[in-house]
């Protein structure tokens, strides 16, 4: 077997590598759900029988004989070698699958990598994975036939469990794997007799029936104790909390992380009148929620009243498994960077419009300032209008609706008073000069925008996308400009309250526009080192969604507490961000953190974007429109904080922006261009 456009070092595809591809359910773009000690079974017992195909080790009834200990060069299965070579008694199959089942996490994530480097798999945003169009071609069977490698091996179990086709140890072993993880029901149309046949292959085979006796001997046991191990979750006291610095300031992140250093990575706040709310902090609870969340949590029950304010359902931050998988590939390219980047000479024309309202003297709200800067690039960047004399309404309608359905701190009753009334109507006026400038006529020859893909989208299936929905998708983007514009007014803070480090941001912006707007291949990580470094620390420090809120759906156990199905949990990803063990003096604002030798922000700590299916999608594009703000703000003017000795407080509701931030324009460096 070879890949027709895969290096000719490829080789075969592994046990593990066959198992993964075989349990990918693309639909959702995730993997067929498999009981956890049964998948790390069946993962376990493929690199073992993959070592068994390559003559390093033998079984038979009793035990597991090494044969030959030279590596194989395979990063999943060596470390399995080493151990068995290690091992002094000799031991059987079963122990060995049971021993290795911990470490099945490990192969997993080799086996995926590699499927992505041989373009067999295509990986996205929010550990999401779908078959890639590379063509396979097997020469197995005296065949020359080509599909996918997912097909192909699908084809290949199909023969050997439908045409009662002789079947090669691979073929044995592969059928044993996916029936102990029990999902051909999933896979193929099964009768009684397909079933006996699966039974008799899986009989066929050594190493596939320790898997099913490791499986079935000790599936129950985990599942039986958890109840009985797992540990009561700790109570914060309300006046602790009520009273405590870093709320009164409100940094909820540094909040959550001191909570966390109290009363450990998972614990409980008994408000009153409302539910408790059960808070996970920490890079290990992170790691939990990203790679494990989708089984146990689910989205929409926080937003479903939020909703129904603009007459929708089915919204994409509310959808979950297939449905959410499915929009976000629809939307992928509309919030990539690419997108952006084919339309860099508008965001610097619509950037530098949005600078020229600053008046050298003047002081500037803050937070507003940079909304308004980033609407004015985003509205018509995305769904082609200008809606600078909205953005007002907008963001105070959407920010009260979020308080009153989502946080549930103000009464519903506060989002129908006649200000909340008026700003209302702002929604149909923008939807208004959007579809205005969206017929056939009006888009031709006009580059492709946000607007435009979630219209196709509707066209092509007004049941996933229906017009109920127009209504909050089309103006998703203005409620996305809020974010990243109160992003924005922390960079620039900080940028402002560090004049050494506005210097180094200002020296590599006057480089980048030395000889005109630099086109995208000029805007490389090494021209841009210091702002690039400058944003992500910032976004640590000051990241705008600290939080997610998700209904546990399936009881599930993190960190040894157990979380009841039905408790509305906290996830706080971006606690790790204040804490020492993760980020070394969480406090300080250093932006060498993230060069090669540091690199703090390479694991499960680093949070800015969101966890798990519903990373932000736009994460790249904000990236970049981010580092071009602050390159011409700083290109272009003098920002001062005013008063100098302000000292900055948060917001924290619904989501972190600066509070009373106040910007005086000290110095215009150069002439904006006509």
Known sequence: ?????????????????????????????YFHQVPGWALNCAVAGAALAELSLLSRIDTDLESLVLLDDTETGDPALDPILEAIASERMQRNAQYWIERLAPQAETIIDVSLDRLVD??????????FWSLAPTVWRSEMFGGADESTAAEFVRTRISKVIFNNEIPDPRDIIIVC????????RFMFPLDEESEERIELICRMDLIGRSIAEAVSHNLAGPLLRRSGLTKSIPKVPLRKLLFHRHLRDGNLPALFADLAA????????????RPPMHVVAGPETNHWAHRQGRMYLRARDYLQDFEKVYGASGILPALDGADHFRFRKAMASGYSRARLEGQLDDLYSNTREGLSEWSVGDTYNGTKMCRRLINAEVSPLMISVDSQDLIDDLTEYKTRALTTHVLKVLPKFMLHTPGMRRRRKGIAKLLERVQGVHTAAQRAGQPRDLADDLLSLHESDPQFLPESNLRFALTAPLIASVYLGDALSFAVYAMASQPDLYERIAAEADALFADGDPAPEDITREAIDVTHRF???????????PMSVRKVMNACVVEDYELPEGAELFIAQSAAHYMADVFPEPTKFDIDRYLPDRNEHLSPGYAPFGLGTHTCLGNRWMELQLAVNLLMIAHYFTVEISPKNYKLKIDPFPSLSPRKLKFRIAEKRRDLPA
């Not at 041989?118 to 550990?127: C, F, R, S, T, Y």
């Not at 794997?177 to 051909?184: K, M, P, R």
């Not at 109290?262 to 009148?273: N, S």
């Open 1 to 29: 077997m070879t890949l027709s456009t895969a290096p000719a070092t490829t080789g075969q595809l592994t046990l593990p590598e066959e198992l993964v591809l075989m349990l990918l359910n693309e639909e959702s773009g």
């Open 177 to 184: 794997l996916i029936n102990t993880c029990d999902v051909f």
């Open 262 to 273: 109290t009363y450990g990575p998972v614990y409980q706040i008994r408000p009153p009148f």
């Open 118 to 127: 041989l373009k067999i798999l295509d990986h996205h945003e929010g550990d």
């Open 535 to 545: 944003i992500m620390e910032s976004m640590r420090v000051y990241p705008i969604v």
